[in-house]
């Protein structure tokens, strides 16, 4: 069984930041890529980031490129994602996910991930 736990959401004005986090227990994961996705409110969820195995493959969203960064460490089983300069755009609950697929690249659409945390929600005011 595999178990992913978000934290580090919360409130932030506009400009700031946030660094959430994700732990992930069960199975051994560190050889998988590993996702973030966001849900605005009425709206569908979206890929954020992803990063392989090593970190040494990364997508980003266009919209979170130069402000957001995805990082991970296999020690201590976790994933982060490091949110800098956000806007309210940002405001969403955000998850984070294992990629089904053995592959060096992280997928970017919510078919290649299946498992999922709890998610944080993040609201950013203006």
């Known amino acids: 069984q595999v178990h992913l736990a978000e934290s580090g959401g919360g409130l932030a004005q506009a400009g700031g930041s946030l660094r959430l986090s994700c732990v992930y227990s069960g199975r051994p994961l560190n050889s998988y890529a590993m996702g973030w996705f966001r849900q605005a409110l009425g709206k569908q969820r979206e890929f954020v980031a992803g990063i392989n195995w090593n970190g040494g493959n990364i997508a980003l969203a266009d919209s979170v490129k130069g402000r957001f960064t995805i990082s991970r460490d296999s020690a201590k089983n976790t994933v982060y994602l490091q949110m800098n300069s956000l806007k309210p755009e940002d405001t969403a609950v955000y998850y984070c996910?294992?990629?089904?697929?053995?592959?060096?690249?992280?997928?970017?659409?919510?078919?290649?991930?299946?498992?999922w945390g709890q998610g944080t929600p993040v609201t950013v005011s203006s």
């Open positions: 996910a294992r990629d089904r697929r053995v592959t060096n690249i992280p997928g970017t659409a919510v078919s290649d991930y299946d498992y």
